[in-house]
């Protein structure tokens, strides 16, 4: 049994603290009030409260040091989470990250004691939050864990054992890959469905498929240029996929836009032309994206 500390407490956040409550000791780092217990519905409708210690940001000390902390903020978020979770980690902590896009991984790096591991987590769980403090639980999908340091990489079996009461877990010796597909379907589906205010399923319509194409086009090439091996045809299949599987699902990033708060943009298209620019590629597609995102946010 870890110590472990989640921060964030969107719905990601409590559907990782229910399933690993199951084997280790919880603590929750929430912004919102800590008196409210948080609850875990199940799809059948069920409901019971997520076993965890909740604190805020004054009370890290109540319960550390921890020994596996997992950071589920947004993409921009990450920097000033981890600053603040810092002080309370053990000397050989593993640090989780979870989140949509790329980045954090190089700045977090340079941040830890050589003895300390950094790792990320893609997950294709679903829930969304039918209260400020109820996660309804919607899908299980795949969660692959790789390591993002030498730390980590020898700890790898350490790592799996302690996430294995999560559904359809495993480990990956090729993160950066899988982090590229996700980023991938993120690309085709999360600016789309914010620019035009509709569901996941409404991109399936024809009026919107040159558009993905080229959007994914311009991001393969920057992949492929980074030596991760991705192809247009099969990227555009995920992204098709993923839309039908989510259908009536709003993006995050269509929340995000559509209830005014900032949006990944930056880790998702941002990313691809940020490469792009340091490797010769153009990225006009992606950039349009990024200012049209930009100027919404
Ligand atoms: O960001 C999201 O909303 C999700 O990653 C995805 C896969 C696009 C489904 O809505």
């Given amino acids: 049994m870890a110590n472990v500390l989640i921060v964030g407490d ?54 550390a040091p921890f020994d596996l902390v997992l950071i589920t903020v947004k993409a921009f978020q990450i920097q000033a ?15 989780v990250i979870s989140h949509n896009g790329m980045g954090n991984v190089d700045e977090l790096n340079a941040q830890l004691l050589n003895t300390q ?27 692959v864990l790789g390591a993002c340091n030498a730390t980590a990489s020898e700890r790898l079996n350490e790592l799996e054992q302690q996430f294995s009461y999560l559904p359809h877990f495993s480990v ?22 914010a620019i035009h205010n509709v569901k996941n399923g409404q991109l399936r319509a024809p009026q ?26 099969e990227a555009l299949d995920q992204a098709y996929s993923v839309m039908t599987a989510t259908a009536e699902n709003f993006s995050s990033m ?19 032309c940020e490469q792009g620019a ?6 006009p597609y992606n950039q349009a994206m990024l200012s049209m995102i930009k100027i919404k946010s």
């Fill in 10 to 63: 969107g719905a990601i956040g409590l559907l990782f603290s229910h399933f690993l409550s199951a084997q280790h000791d919880i603590t929750l780092l929430t912004r919102k009030p800590t008196l409210t217990t948080r609850f875990y519905q199940a799809s059948n409708g069920k409901s019971h409260p997520i076993k965890a210690h909740l604190i805020n940001h004054k009370e890290l000390g109540h319960t």
């Fill in 81 to 95: 989470a981890f600053k603040q979770v810092k002080p309370y980690l053990s000397r050989t902590c593993q640090i």
């Fill in 117 to 143: 591991g950094l790792a990320f987590l893609t997950t294709r769980l679903a829930g969304f939050k039918t209260t400020p403090y109820s996660v309804n639980h919607t899908g299980n999908g795949e969660s």
């Fill in 172 to 193: 990956s010796d090729d993160i950066h890959s899988l982090r590229w597909q996700k980023l991938l379907v993120n690309i085709a589906i999360n600016p789309l469905t």
């Fill in 208 to 233: 919107f498929n040159t558009r993905i194409i080229n959007l994914l086009n311009e991001a393969c090439l920057v992949a492929n240029k980074q030596g991760v091996k991705v192809k247009l045809s």
């Fill in 254 to 272: 269509q929340q995000d836009i559509s209830h005014n708060r900032e949006s990944e943009i930056d880790a998702i298209c941002g990313y691809v």
């Fill in 278 to 283: 340091k490797l010769g590629i153009k990225t």
